[in-house]
Each structure stands twice: as C-alpha cells, then as structure tokens.
C-alpha cells in the first residue's frame, strides 16, 4: 500500500494503483461477456413485447422513462457507495471482482478512461440480467396496467443503469465532443466539476453519477451517513477503512 498525504481528514493510506489495475480477474471478464450478451438478448425480447402494447399505453412511455431516470442516479449512487464504503479487494471473489474497481478510482480516476466497454459496462449489466429475467413474467396490456408500468419503468431503468458508469466514465475524459459537453453543462448527464466534490478526500459524498441530481439532495439529509452509522451498530464494521485506510477512517466517523 502506499501513503499519500492529504488535507482531510489526516493521513488517507490507499492500495498501490499498479497492483489494483493488474487484478482485473479474467473469469470475471468472461462473466461479464455473457452477463452483456444476456442483458442485451433480454432487452430485445423485452423491447418487442413493449412495442406491441405501445400504442394502447403510450402514456406509461414518458413517466417511466422520467422515472427510470431519476432512480438509475439513485440505484447507481447506491452501488457506488457500497462499493467505496464496505468490503476488502482480498475478499475472495467479491473483492478483486467487484471491489477492486472502486479502490482504482480513488487512487486513480482516469483509469476508468482507459478501460474498454467490457470492463466499463458489463458488470452493470451482468447485475441487470436477473432483473430483465424477472420482466419476462410481468403481464402486458391495457387489462394489466399496474405490471404494465412496473415493466416500462424497469426496463428504462434496467437501460439507464447500464449507462451509469459509461457517462462516468465520459466524467473523466479529457477529450470528448460537443454534443457530450452540452449534455454534461445542462446537467443531462454527470458534469465534472459536480462530480469532482465526490474525489476530494475522504470520497465520503456525492455518490450518484448518472445525473447527479440527487447528490445535493441525499447529502443535505445526511443519507448515507445515517445509513452507515446504522450498518456500524449491527456489525461494528468501519467505513472506507480499506480505501482510506483505518487511521483516517476511524477519524472520519468521530
């Protein structure tokens, strides 16, 4: 592990960056392939299913897709905080696989720009396969309006939270065109500067990175803070403690 020196909140301790990018492991990659083959074949199936009741419910097309929006940014500001706030990269299989990613960023946040759209993508839709499975039993049709829109919502919101890590990654790229500047300077999509308060140490904040559009809101009620402290009473586990290490995490939370 190596040291780096930080204002806040003492002395942040973080894996080696090297060691991190190097433990990407090739089983998960495979997974990850056919998690996207997967996620991709179902959203087809689910895609034609919405299409032949569409004319009936078009009106269930605006309001699941608004929502679907807004809940990617929760759902994808959910995974994040996890992924930053609990667990170890030398957990067996969930640590290199899952966790590892999340120490990379903050040790290296323009690594994410170099990973290709497997390694970026398809862990997300590896996650929403299950869900799009799921769909398949949801009965369609003017009679079914309540399953009806439970599956346009979730079949935006199973498409936008796909997308969540690659507008987090555009987050990141120092190149990028006009139309992704636009997007990013009206806030359609994660704007760097916003999501630059979330890499300032400790990475204890501003979680959501589809929109960003909650992070001011989850951070005035004390979210995820609470939702920690309440992890903290039942398991006695420290937050971060593998990010930043324990000095700074036991300071963090006093």
Same mark, same amino acid.
């Not at 949801?138 to 309540?146: A, D, Q, R, Y």
């Not at 919502?153 to 990654?169: A, D, G, P, W």
């Given at each position: 592990?190596?040291?780096?020196?930080?204002?806040?909140?003492?002395?942040?301790?973080?894996?080696?960056?090297?060691?991190?990018?190097?433990?990407?492991? +090739?089983?998960?990659?495979?997974?990850?392939?056919?998690? /996207?083959? /997967?996620?991709?074949?179902?959203?087809?199936?689910?895609?034609?299913?919405?299409?032949?009741?569409?004319?009936? *419910? $078009? =009106?269930?097309?605006?309001?699941?897709?608004? *929502?679907?929006?807004?809940?990617?940014?929760?759902?994808?500001?959910?995974?994040?905080? @996890?992924?930053?706030? $609990?667990?170890?990269?030398?957990?067996?299989?969930?640590?290199?696989?899952?966790?590892?990613?999340?120490?990379?960023?903050?040790?290296?946040?323009? @690594?994410?720009?170099? !990973?290709?759209?497997?390694?970026?993508?398809? @862990?997300? @839709? *590896?996650?929403?396969?299950?869900?799009?499975?799921?769909?398949?039993?949801?009965?369609?049709?003017?009679?079914?309006?309540?399953?009806?829109?439970?599956?346009?919502?979730?079949?935006?919101?199973?498409?936008?939270?796909?997308?969540?890590?690659?507008? !987090?990654?555009?987050?990141? %790229?120092?190149?990028?065109?006009?139309?992704?500047?636009?997007?990013?300077?009206?806030?359609?999509? *994660?704007?760097?500067?916003? !999501?630059?308060?979330?890499?300032?140490?400790?990475?204890?904040? =501003? =979680?959501?990175?589809? %929109?960003? $559009?909650?992070?001011?809101?989850?951070?005035?009620?004390?979210?995820?803070?609470?939702?920690? +402290?309440?992890?903290?009473? =039942?398991? !006695?586990?420290?937050?971060?403690?593998?990010?930043?290490?324990?000095?700074?995490?036991?300071?963090?939370?006093?």
């Amino acid at each position: 592990m190596q040291d780096k020196e930080q204002s806040t909140p003492s002395v942040i301790v973080q894996r080696d960056k090297d060691e991190l990018a190097k433990g990407y492991p +090739k089983w998960f990659r495979f997974l990850e392939t056919i998690g /996207l083959i /997967l996620f991709f074949i179902l959203v087809a199936i689910i895609a034609i299913r919405i299409s032949i009741v569409a004319n009936e *419910l $078009w =009106y269930f097309i605006l309001p699941s897709l608004i *929502l679907g929006w807004i809940f990617s940014d929760f759902i994808g500001g959910l995974v994040h905080w @996890a992924g930053d706030t $609990w667990g170890s990269v030398d957990m067996p299989i969930l640590g290199p696989a899952l966790i590892r990613p999340f120490r990379e960023h903050h040790v290296d946040p323009y @690594a994410i720009t170099r !990973h290709d759209f497997i390694e970026t993508n398809a @862990a997300c @839709a *590896l996650a929403g396969v299950p869900i799009l499975f799921s769909c398949l039993f949801l009965k369609m049709g003017k009679e079914f309006p309540i399953s009806s829109f439970i599956a346009f919502f979730v079949f935006f919101l199973t498409i936008f939270v796909l997308f969540t890590n690659q507008i !987090h990654k555009w987050a990141h %790229t120092k190149k990028k065109n006009k139309i992704l500047i636009f997007l990013q300077n009206a806030h359609i999509i *994660l704007n760097p500067e916003h !999501h630059q308060i979330h890499h300032t140490p400790p990475f204890n904040k =501003y =979680y959501c990175i589809t %929109t960003g $559009w909650l992070n001011s809101f989850l951070n005035s009620i004390g979210f995820f803070p609470k939702f920690e +402290k309440l992890i903290m009473k =039942y398991t !006695h586990a420290l937050p971060r403690r593998d990010d930043i290490g324990v000095s700074a995490a036991e300071k963090e939370i006093k």
